[in-house]
């Protein structure tokens, strides 16, 4: 079993060695990988409160600049929520999905000029004549209904099966759009492969087009869109309030779920190297690091079955600014990664009395924070301090 703690032993031992050599060590910019000791239970107490119910195995939560709220469903659905919640409309014209196992509608972001152009961005698993892909299509919402639909993104491989599309959006003031590729669970080695679109981040520019300083866009036969590679499943995404750095998280198999900053033409190690074990214990890969691969920046093991993510910059909860929130599917706990910086100084977990797998947590513009039960009869909550 991966022993994080010597790891960190470790590091710190080489670290003591070089200063006593007089050598100067660049630390990576991920650092070495990491987990909490024990999680906290709660801090302090917050309360939640149910604003709708009846979402099928919804999937993501975004928000309109005036409130109203967008909730994807996996099966192929979507709703729109006015401000409070009391009223649901469905929303029409949502785009085909291939909706088998983990595949169906996933992420969904709001343009930050939605006021002007209403736009948004939908990722989802897409059926192909061969199988499916994962997608990301941009349509204009007006009133309820999607028009005007492009692809602007398909994987160049589609194979069948029903297993890690990923896929979770982030997109920037300055009109990039981050997205988090699954490895599709039987394609894994090519997490790796430059001419696949597995178990990568892709960056591009929100009308499809590749950006010319992709890390990869020079290199011959890589597929340009590609900004870091070695991704497992990514299902949370984030842009740091702060640095604007793109923050994501993976399902690692069992123990070795993971947080990292992806940066451009990094490989992040998938399926070489990992801090967990198959199915049933046995070893994948080559170990927990190797050269020129990255260290996450923090690792469950064991696996909480990470979903949605958020950074806090709201004031309205003691001591929470700065903190990042991440969904538990397994634990069914909302988890408060305390940070420095690029470290996670403590991991709290929240949620616990409910019971509830947690699919997709955001904050409002109202500064609240609401998260998203995963289950055939799904919830929307609001968590308000107590
Ligand atoms: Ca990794």
Redo the contacts with the bound molecule.
Sequence with gaps: MPNSFNAIRSRRETLQLAGALGASLALPAALSAQTASKPVPPLRPVRTTELARGLEHPWALSFMPDGRMLVTERAGTMRLLSADAKRVEQVKGVPDVYSVGQGGLLDIAVSPDFGRDNLVYLALAQPTARGARTAIVRAELQGSTLRNHQVIFGQRQDPGGGYHFGCRLALTRDGLLYAGLGDRYSQKDRAQDLTSHFGKVIRIRTDGSVPTDNPFANTAGALPEIWSI?HRNIQGAALHPATGALWTHEHGAQGGD?LNIPQAGKN???PV??WGVDYGGAKIGEGTSKPGLEQ?LYYWDPSIAPSGMAFVTSERYTGWKGSLLVGSLKFRQLVRLDLDGPRVIREERLLSSLGERIRDVRQGPDGILYVLTDAPDGKLLRIEPA
Aim: charged letters at 10%; hydrophobic letters at 25%; zero cysteines.
């Design positions: 070695g993971e992040y190690g998938w190297i990992t996450p």
